[in-house]
């Protein structure tokens, strides 16, 4: 018999006004716990791995990260959508800048399989606000559930490790828990071919254009922007570019989602780049490529890393950084090869946050330099980067 998990005695069957016109739903896990909500967003059925992030705001770039992709996406935040989705610029031009990248996003689309709150605002309040969250993710048919004790939730994601999970709306299909399960995500938000993007100034004071190759397995938008606004061409390839096929003067591997042993094609890429020595960093998925490129090992957390505060100590150094990450995997610390060492590492849990090459400029971290809306702590990596590429190029 299924396991029903009550949510709290207030908030729920009371629901307020706004909400009196919502559907009943619920969320059941594969061990076969239910959590009792209403529907908000679109009225509809869906399965996914469901993982839990602890970031307070942000959910606009929360639910377009593709490295979400397949996922259903539980906020430890008890409240989301007070301050709306911003569907357009400050003067109203639209949803994307000149040169396609989405303005206030992290993809094109919200990439989530569904979204699971505590309590769900729909009257939201801030100058940029287009529309509701529910009125967003109903147009990008993608289900919520509010009114679950989500604090529960969480308790028994931690204890048991994310689950394969399904959104069941009152009136609505079943779906079975592993339809959701996406065979090769990274394929999926990967872009489908060659593409360049320029900054407002492609030349650096010495004269030289300065072209990075950015390995796309699932890349957020904020990449692009930092790296651009260090005045750099950005050539984004698909995930199983061969990185050998073109003229770079440094290679970044972007972030993404699911497993990084299925992306043995980049794997292969990257293996190449190293022979060439040009400056290589990589970030959360990417952090796992490089490592398996280099001879490690990588493995599945339990419950993963996700949210906007978790603090990396930086190996020799002592310093600690708080960070933005999404990730479900980690590389293992004991299989990294001679010439490698850790580099960062997780307060919480002593996981590798970060690795990089005694002998050659290619390194990689595991959170998000570039995390928007933040922090930004650790931005100057993506310096430290274009630095070691503007010297190797002089």
Same mark, same amino acid.
């Given at each position: 018999?299924?396991?029903?998990?009550?949510?709290?005695?207030?908030?729920?069957?009371?629901?307020?006004?706004?909400?009196?016109?919502?559907?009943?739903?619920?969320?059941?896990?594969?061990?076969?716990?239910?959590?009792?909500?209403?529907?908000?967003?679109?009225?509809?059925?869906?399965?996914?791995?469901?993982?839990?992030?602890?970031?307070?705001?942000?959910?606009?770039?929360?639910?377009?990260?593709?490295?979400?992709?397949?996922?259903?996406?539980?906020?430890?935040?008890?409240?989301?959508?007070?301050?709306?989705?911003?569907?357009?610029?400050?003067?109203?031009?639209?949803?994307?800048?000149?040169?396609? /990248?989405?303005?206030?996003?992290?993809? #094109?689309?919200?990439?989530? %399989? $569904?979204? *699971? =709150?505590?309590?769900?605002? +729909?009257?939201?309040?801030?100058?940029?606000?287009?529309?509701?969250?529910?009125?967003?993710?109903?147009?990008?048919?993608?289900?919520?559930?509010?009114?679950?004790?989500?604090?529960?939730?969480?308790?028994?994601?931690?204890?048991?490790?994310?689950?394969?999970?399904? /959104?069941?709306?009152?009136?609505?299909? #079943?779906?079975?828990?592993? %339809? $959701?399960? *996406? =065979?090769?995500?990274?394929? +999926?938000?990967?872009?489908?071919?060659?593409?360049?993007?320029?900054?407002?100034?492609?030349?650096?004071?010495?004269?030289?254009?300065?072209?990075?190759?950015?390995?796309?397995?699932?890349?957020?938008?904020?990449?692009?922007?930092?790296?651009?606004?260090?005045?750099?061409?950005?050539?984004?390839?698909?995930?199983?570019?061969?990185?050998?096929?073109?003229?770079?003067?440094?290679?970044?591997?972007?972030?993404?989602?699911?497993?990084?042993?299925?992306?043995?094609?980049?794997?292969?890429?990257?293996?190449?780049?190293?022979?060439?020595?040009?400056?290589?960093?990589?970030?959360?998925?990417?952090?796992?490529?490089?490592?398996?490129?280099?001879?490690?090992?990588?493995?599945?957390?339990?419950?993963?890393?996700?949210?906007?505060?978790?603090?990396?100590?930086?190996?020799?150094?002592?310093?600690?950084?708080?960070?933005?990450?999404?990730?479900?995997?980690?590389?293992?610390?004991?299989?990294?090869?001679?010439?490698?060492?850790?580099?960062?590492?997780?307060?919480?849990?002593?996981?590798?946050?970060?690795?990089?090459?005694?002998?050659?400029?290619?390194?990689?971290?595991?959170?998000?330099?570039?995390?928007?809306?933040?922090?930004?702590?650790?931005?100057?990596?993506?310096?430290?980067?274009?630095?070691?590429?503007?010297?190797?190029?002089?």
């Amino acid at each position: 018999m299924a396991k029903k998990e009550n949510t709290p005695k207030t908030g729920v069957e009371s629901k307020p006004i706004r909400h009196r016109a919502a559907k009943r739903a619920k969320l059941v896990l594969e061990d076969g716990s239910e959590y009792s909500g209403w529907s908000f967003g679109r009225s509809r059925s869906q399965a996914g791995e469901v993982v839990f992030t602890t970031g307070m705001t942000g959910y606009p770039q929360s639910l377009t990260d593709p490295s979400y992709r397949g996922q259903i996406l539980v906020s430890t935040y008890p409240l989301a959508g007070n301050y709306g989705v911003p569907v357009k610029s400050k003067s109203g031009e639209g949803f994307f800048d000149g040169q396609g /990248i989405p303005l206030h996003f992290e993809s #094109d689309r919200i990439q989530v %399989s $569904g979204f *699971v =709150v505590s309590e769900i605002c +729909d009257e939201p309040s801030h100058f940029t606000s287009g529309c509701t969250l529910s009125a967003w993710l109903e147009k990008g048919n993608v289900p919520g559930v509010f009114g679950i004790d989500t604090r529960a939730l969480t308790a028994r994601l931690r204890e048991r490790g994310v689950m394969q999970g399904k /959104i069941l709306v009152e009136g609505g299909r #079943d779906v079975t828990i592993d %339809s $959701g399960i *996406v =065979v090769n995500p990274v394929a +999926d938000v990967s872009c489908g071919e060659m593409k360049t993007f320029l900054p407002a100034d492609t030349v650096d004071k010495n004269g030289k254009k300065l072209k990075i190759l950015l390995i796309d397995c699932g890349a957020k938008a904020n990449i692009f922007r930092c790296l651009l606004a260090r005045n750099v061409e950005v050539m984004r390839a698909p995930w199983n570019y061969d990185a050998g096929a073109i003229d770079y003067d440094g290679l970044f591997l972007s972030n993404g989602p699911g497993d990084p042993k299925d992306c043995g094609k980049t794997i292969a890429a990257v293996r190449k780049a190293f022979t060439l020595g040009k400056p290589i960093f990589g970030i959360c998925l990417g952090n796992q490529i490089m490592a398996l490129a280099a001879g490690a090992d990588t493995y599945k957390l339990p419950y993963g890393h996700r949210g906007q505060n978790q603090p990396c100590i930086e190996i020799g150094t002592g310093r600690c950084y708080i960070t933005s990450q999404n990730h479900g995997y980690a590389v293992r610390n004991d299989t990294l090869p001679k010439g490698w060492e850790a580099w960062f590492i997780n307060a919480n849990d002593g996981t590798i946050e970060g690795i990089r090459s005694t002998t050659h400029p290619f390194s990689a971290v595991q959170f998000h330099p570039e995390g928007c809306p933040g922090p930004r702590d650790t931005e100057f990596l993506i310096d430290r980067f274009i630095a070691q590429v503007k010297e190797r190029v002089k």
